[in-house]
């Protein structure tokens, strides 16, 4: 199915093009249209054709590769798949006659496919496989969905439909996750992937240009150990994802999209939902919900106080991605209603044991009763008794927590802001076969890198098969 072309084909003219100087550079077609000429395929070679104008891929694993090589450029192309494919897009690769390429990166295509056998692939379409990972599902099986890729210097940034998801500076020296030493921004040549059989996917208008070779770099990072980690988490398919951020203390959506694609952590973006809060009813759900429409963040609903659930209807609550709350609001059992966050609204603790015994039943009430996800802000405690954290969550009392939300399938937030749960309380969690989440709950623009959510993973030995994967809606 492959030959050579010539001087005067395809190949010749991309060789032959111009550095791009600006806009009104020329596009230059990778894919005829009737052929596969310039390209060459990998193991299963029948798993390429061209069907009704389109570049397809269905059969076995196979890559097909194009012989131009490129370093500076900008690219594009239309992709549709079916369901359950996992297809890519890699650059800055080269030829490999079997298996999957070793040098370069992988742009992923993957809507609906959940992975083989015990393994989760949680990685989505426009991701940067292994380094800067996308987990909500931005395109649609069936629907046609463009991708951009651009690499100038050592900068590499992907859009999806014309929404930038990634922007990724390499540092210097470059850094890589384990068992991905080859994902170097250097220069290669672009190569589709056939992931399996079944995997089906079609390209067309497959574009690209190039650009100078000697553009500038960005400045690169700093690279400490939580950059290591995250990297780490990304390559091993963990959801690097924050479930409880606010745009709150002057951050604007765009803030927090920008913080993300710097950091490698994708956030799901919560209003506050109760009483004298934000929202306290339908109307005010689904507006929040209407204002984050197209945003590639989750979209998540923080219920506040116990009052919530009666606010807003269970059809609401089901078109957000997913629900939390915390039982930091509750009323005592002599009828005292407070927030124990707020010191002045505590007040004085005089039996520390009563108080703790009726905190824990009201968080395996909220645990049992509550339509949540997540329990945010767990194993919280009152400034009156914080420094005696370790005495007061006693095994018993943690048992009961840990209990209630295996049963109820609710996911334990760790806490970046208030550094919790301990390390304990996390293990026997895990030892019970709980789910985690990353949150910071800001209470200003600040989000850090979920620091304490990376410490506590090396720690305690999570592994991403530990780890809530928030449900992405359409």
């Known amino acids: 199915m492959h030959r050579e072309i010539s001087r005067r084909g395809l ?5 032959a093009l111009p550095f791009a100087s600006g806009a009104d550079a020329d596009w230059i077609p990778l894919f005829d249209g009737h052929s596969l000429e310039g390209w060459k395929a990998s193991e299963n070679t029948g798993s390429w054709k061209v069907v009704d104008g389109l570049l397809a891929a269905d059969g076995p ?4 590769f194009h012989n131009a090589d490129f370093k500076n450029f900008e690219f594009k192309a239309d992709v549709m798949t079916r369901p359950g494919c996992n297809s890519g897009i890699y650059f800055h690769t080269k030829f490999q006659p079997t298996g999957f390429p070793d040098r370069g990166f992988e742009v992923q295509i993957n809507n609906t496919y959940v992975g083989e056998g015990s393994y989760r692939e949680n990685k989505k379409s426009a991701s940067l496989y ?12 069936g629907e046609w969905f463009h991708i951009r890729i651009a690499v100038r210097g050592n900068r590499a940034q992907i859009h999806l439909n014309d929404t930038l998801l990634v922007d990724y500076v390499q540092p210097d020296p470059p850094v890589t996750p384990p068992k991905f030493d080859g994902r170097i ?14 995997s089906r996917a079609f390209f067309k208008n497959l574009m690209v240009r190039r650009l100078p070779d000697d553009l500038p770099n960005s400045d690169p990072p700093p690279v400490d150990d939580v950059y290591r980690e995250i990297l780490r988490m990304h390559a091993e398919n963990y959801p690097v994802v924050d479930c409880h951020v606010h745009l709150k203390g002057g951050l604007t959506i765009q803030d927090a999209l920008a913080e993300s694609r710097r950091t490698g952590v994708q956030y799901g973006i919560a209003i506050n939902c ?10 005010g759900a689904l507006k929040f919900i209407d204002s984050m429409k197209g945003q590639p963040v989750f979209v998540a609903l923080q219920g506040e106080g116990r009052e919530w659930v009666k606010l807003v209807s269970k059809q609401t609550i089901a078109k957000f991605d997913y629900v939390f709350t915390d ?29 703790m015994d009726t905190y824990v039943n009201r968080i395996v009430g909220v645990l049992n009763n509550e339509p949540i996800d997540i329990h945010a802000n767990p194993t919280f405690l009152p400034d009156q008794i914080a420094a005696e954290y370790d005495e007061l969550w006693t095994p018993e009392r943690m048992q009961r927590v840990i ?7 609710i996911a334990i937030e760790i806490n970046n802001r208030y550094r919790i749960p301990s390390a304990k309380f996390i293990m026997e969690a895990k030892k019970a076969g709980v789910k985690f989440s990353f949150g910071t709950n800001n209470s200003d623009s600040k989000l850090g890198r979920i620091e304490y959510g990376v410490q506590m993973v090396k720690e305690c030995g999570l592994r991403w098969q530990d780890f809530f994967v928030p449900g992405a809606k359409m």
């Not at 109760?274 to 109307?283: E, I, N, Q, T």
């Open 11 to 15: 190949l010749g003219s991309l060789l």
């Open 61 to 64: 694993r196979s890559h097909l």
């Open 130 to 141: 292994a380094i800067r990972d996308v987990y909500k599902i931005l395109a649609k099986d």
């Open 185 to 198: 921004i250097d220069h290669g040549v672009f190569a589709l992937q056939c992931h399996n059989d079944g």
């Open 274 to 283: 109760g009483l004298h809060f934000p929202v306290s009813d339908d109307a």
């Open 327 to 355: 039982a930091m609001t509750f009323t005592d059992d002599d009828g005292k209603r407070m927030r124990i966050w707020i010191k002045d609204e505590v007040g004085e603790i005089k039996d520390k044991q009563r108080f």
């Open 403 to 409: 209990e209630a939300a295996k049963k109820n399938n």
